[in-house]
Structure formats: C-alpha cells, structure tokens
C-alpha cells in the first residue's frame, strides 16, 4: 500500500533548510572522485547510524555482483548565446531544444525578455546572428542565422550553462568538467551532477566487481533549477524532458531484476525514467519520449532500489523526489548534518548515497 503524505510532507514550505552561502562549491575539486560521500539508510538498523561519512569511491562497497548502475548519458551543450542588440546593449539566448531537424530553429529563453521581441537580432559572433521569431509560452522561437552548420556554430562560440547559483562566468574547464566522462547524446543544458564524480577507472571498478552499468537518456532542461512556488506541491507542474530506454538498457535491466539484483540509480533524472516508463509489474520497457513526472511524498517506488545523488536546493522538486524515496524528516536530517560537517552543496559539491 502506498506511503500517505502527512500534511507537512505536501507544504512547498516544509521542504526548506538553511545553507551557508559558503558551502555552495563554486568550483569542482581537482579530481572527480576525491568528494565526500554521506551514506543514508532508510532502514535503521539497531545499534547503525542513520548515516555515515564516508569518501565517494567507498560507493564501490554498497554494489554487489548482479546490480545495475544506471546512468544518464545525456549531454551538455553549450546552449549560452552572449552577445548584443543593435543598439550595443548586451543580451543573451539560452537554447532549449531544436525546434527544426537542422537546429536552426529554436526554443529558447531570452534576457532582457521585455526587449527582446519578435523581430529583433542579436549579434552572438562575426558569422552567428540569433533572430527572436515569436513568442512562445515561458520563451521565444528562435532562428540561427549562419553560413555554418548550426550545431557547429552553437559549439565554436556556445557557453556552458553554469546553474545561476554558481556566481562566475564559465571556463573553458568548465566544458569537461561539466559533463560526465560517458555524456554521449547532447541535448542537456545542464548536468545530470550525480554523475560527475564518476570516473573511467572507478566505472572499470564497478564493472570488475560484476556490476553491469546501463545508460538511459535524459534531456535536463532548465526547469531542473526553478523552485517549486505553489503552496502545495500538487499544484506544481514540472516541465517535460526527453527521455530514451533502448531495447538494450530495458533488457539488461530486466534480467537484473529476474536474477535478484537491485538498480542504482545515478541522479534524480534516472529516477524519474526508469519511474516514468516501468510497467506496474515492474517490467522495464524501450522507448523515447517525455516526461513530466514529479516525483514527490507520497510515491510508490517500482524501479529503483537505491539511490546516489548530490544536495539539492530547497524546496527543489529535486530534494522533494529524494524525500519521497527516503522520508522528508530522515533527509532534511542528512541535510542539517552535512552542513555541519562543511559538505560542499550542488552540482560542483559532495554526493549522498540513499540505501
């Protein structure tokens, strides 16, 4: 029978916590592997802490031979457009998604908004021009106007779409390590974090160990940012985003679970795919599309066993699908002792492996 929400687990509000400004990673660490990782079980076990400090490659310890870690393959592109009006004001795109099957139609999202009607230009680069279209629901239709081919035109003068709580300007560093080491289909306009620890020698690790790692797609859109402003979160939508299972994936998973192995899942959006598109037997099924599932207290679970993520934002519908798979209480006391202990928060910060 499915857990019930108490009234608190539905208030947006019951979902905050204080975070020092100063504990939001600015920067990733050197190395991929070297952040912390805070293990939560959701079963407390008698005479066990609740929750351990530990170090990210310790991960390889709660993996047995026959699971699956389930990863997103989705990858970032640099969707940033920065130039300037005609008048030399400055202005800026933010690429969604192609609307054409050559990319040179696009949604996007514009600042200044209120400037930036149908009609007008915005010179990115000698050689890339963006053309605001029309206006379109939360954003504009936007054509790229280019004697290149778009995408290389988008690549060659493309920022990394830093999430706004990283108060800098992107790098060139920031497009490697801003991506995880098996992004392979683009389309993200920001990372599935979780991932970013990951290295090709630690995944080499989980594989020796009998670990089979499956890629599904999942197009992060920018809606992954926005906090839930409702009262309740039954009157939040989330945005839909692109999803894809291959027939591959959805059998290696399926024999997984037929041979009693359990699915990890990397990060919330592999969450919200395999949630999304498993069958109510819990068969794992192929095949692309959208998403708008919000995953939040109270849901029953029929895909996922475990779960590593990073620390998400307050009242994010990132932070509410973690509560809804560990309990609101038990997590929001993760949270309060991982500020405590100085981890570092967000997509460059530490990881949270939920048992």
């Known amino acids: 029978m499915p857990r019930l929400a108490s009234s608190s687990d539905a208030d947006t509000e019951a979902y ?67 130039g300037r009006k005609p008048t030399g004001a400055a202005a800026e795109i933010l690429l969604l998604r192609p609307i054409d099957s050559d990319a040179h139609r696009w949604e996007a999202l514009v600042r200044p908004g209120q400037k930036l009607k149908p009609g007008r230009v915005v010179e990115v680069a000698e050689g890339l021009s963006v053309r605001i279209e029309a206006s379109r629901e939360g954003g504009r239709e936007v054509l790229l106007e280019t004697a290149d081919d ?85 009157e939040h939508r989330l945005e839909a985003e692109r999803h894809a299972v291959s027939p591959e994936s959805a059998g290696t998973l399926n024999e997984v679970r037929s041979e009693g192995g359990r699915v990890v899942a990397v990060g919330t959006t592999v969450v919200r795919v395999l949630e999304a598109t498993v069958r109510e037997n819990g068969v794992f099924e192929a095949g692309s599309g959208e998403t708008d599932l919000f995953i939040h207290p109270p849901f029953r679970f029929r895909a996922v066993d475990r779960l590593l993520t990073n620390f998400h934002l307050p009242q994010s519908t990132l932070l509410m699908l973690v509560a809804a798979f560990a309990g609101r209480e038990r997590v929001l006391g993760a949270y309060r002792h991982a500020v405590a202990e100085r981890y570092r928060f967000y997509s460059y910060g530490d990881a949270m492996l939920v048992l």
């Open 16 to 82: 905050g916590y204080d975070l020092p400004r100063h504990l939001i990673a600015e920067h990733p660490l050197p190395e991929r592997d070297a952040s912390r990782l805070l293990v939560l079980r959701r079963d407390e076990r008698k005479g066990e802490p609740a929750f351990e400090d530990r170090r990210f490659p310790d991960l390889l310890e709660h993996l047995d031979p026959g699971d699956a870690l389930v990863v997103n393959d989705s990858r970032v592109f640099p969707a940033r457009l920065v």
């Open 150 to 234: 778009p995408w290389t035109a988008i690549e060659r003068h493309g920022l990394v779409p830093l999430p706004p709580y990283i108060r800098r300007e992107s790098t060139e560093a920031d497009r490697e390590r801003y991506q995880t080491v098996y992004a392979a289909h683009r389309g993200s306009v920001a990372a599935p974090t979780a991932g970013l620890h990951l290295t090709e020698e630690l995944l080499e690790s989980v594989r020796r160990r009998g670990v089979r790692v499956v890629p599904i797609t999942l197009h992060v859109g920018p809606g992954t940012f926005r906090p839930v402003e409702a009262p309740r979160l039954e």
